[in-house]
């Protein structure tokens, strides 16, 4: 898969930013793994794609380092204010459509490639996860929080030279695409 052409998918399919990822600045880390244990988004063992279901912070590296190539994307609103819940609901919303077109698209256009969709937060295709009673109804549209692998989301942007703050009252939502 050709990197550029990639990212110029993402923006046609509906992200507003994307830029090359450089695979060696994907370091999952314990810290960032252990805020997901608190469970403030309430996904924590609720969802195959979370911890611990997605796998160890030395699992989730391992993973990630078979894969050569990936690009950040980025799904970015502007706010009225702090207390905008809406606007915060509607981009939490927006970027896990985009994740989830932006996935069936991948699949569809590079069927023999190996692809690992991260996003932000737990999956949400299905209405209700099968976990953990069942296995996961469609691995090949399972998109992982980028912090249950334990990436600090902030940092990977500022090594990959992509902005995460896009300016007083924006509001920035994370997502990475691995592949060969
Ligand atoms: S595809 Fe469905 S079953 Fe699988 S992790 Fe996502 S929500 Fe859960």
Redesign the pocket.
């Known amino acids: 898969m050709d990197v550029e052409r990639v990212i110029q998918e993402a923006l046609d399919n509906g992200y507003s930013y994307a830029g090359s990822l450089d695979i060696s600045t994907m370091k999952p880390l314990n810290e960032v793994r252990d805020m997901c244990a608190a469970d403030k988004c309430h996904a924590y063992n609720k969802?195959?794609?979370c911890p611990p279901a997605c796998g160890t912070v030395e699992e989730c590296t391992a993973e990630i380092k078979t894969y050569s190539k990936g690009i950040i994307v980025q799904s970015t609103t502007t706010l009225e204010d702090e207390f905008d819940f809406e606007g915060i609901e509607e981009l939490g919303k927006r970027h896990a459509k985009t994740t989830v077109d932006f996935t069936k698209y991948l699949r569809e256009h590079y069927p023999d490639s190996r692809i690992l969709p991260l996003s932000a937060g737990?999956?949400?295709?299905?209405k209700?996860?099968?976990?953990p009673d069942a296995?996961?109804?469609?691995?090949d549209?399972?998109?992982a929080p980028l912090e249950g692998y334990g990436i600090f989301v902030s940092d990977l942007c500022k090594k990959n030279n992509i902005e995460y703050n896009r300016g007083k009252g924006t509001l920035t939502y994370v997502g990475a695409f691995l592949f060969d």
């Open positions: 969802n195959w794609a737990g999956c949400m295709f299905c209700q996860c099968t976990y296995p996961c109804r469609f691995p549209m399972r998109t």
